[in-house]
């Protein structure tokens, strides 16, 4: 085997070994992320679920007052 076709044969092996390192890391920040992830969706849930509510309250009161509005007329004198 002459030098160049080992050092050609080094380089490869290196280069795989250093592609192999880094694929492991690659994915363990994958699965820390996704850990990490999990943990702050279940973390804003109750946040989430509560601004749904807020908004469906406020979609309630919206139709509450615009049902009361047309009744006694205010809707009319209002786009005047």
Same mark, same amino acid.
């Given at each position: 085997?002459?030098? $160049?076709?080992? !050092?050609?044969?080094? =380089?490869?092996?290196?280069?795989?070994? *250093?592609? +192999? *390192?880094?694929? =492991?890391?690659?994915? /363990?920040? #994958?699965?820390?992320? $996704? !850990? !990490?992830?999990? &943990?702050? @969706? /279940?973390?804003? @849930?109750?946040? +989430? &679920?509560?601004?749904?509510?807020? #908004? &469906? %309250?406020? %979609? /309630?009161?919206?139709? /509450? =007052?615009? &049902?009361?509005? #047309?009744?006694?007329?205010?809707?009319?004198? =209002?786009?005047?």
């Amino acid at each position: 085997m002459s030098a $160049a076709t080992a !050092t050609v044969i080094g =380089i490869l092996v290196f280069t795989s070994v *250093v592609l +192999l *390192v880094m694929v =492991i890391g690659l994915a /363990r920040h #994958a699965k820390v992320l $996704a !850990t !990490t992830l999990a &943990e702050f @969706q /279940r973390a804003v @849930q109750p946040e +989430l &679920e509560e601004i749904q509510r807020g #908004a &469906e %309250e406020a %979609e /309630r009161l919206t139709q /509450r =007052i615009q &049902e009361r509005s #047309a009744s006694i007329g205010l809707g009319d004198k =209002i786009r005047k």
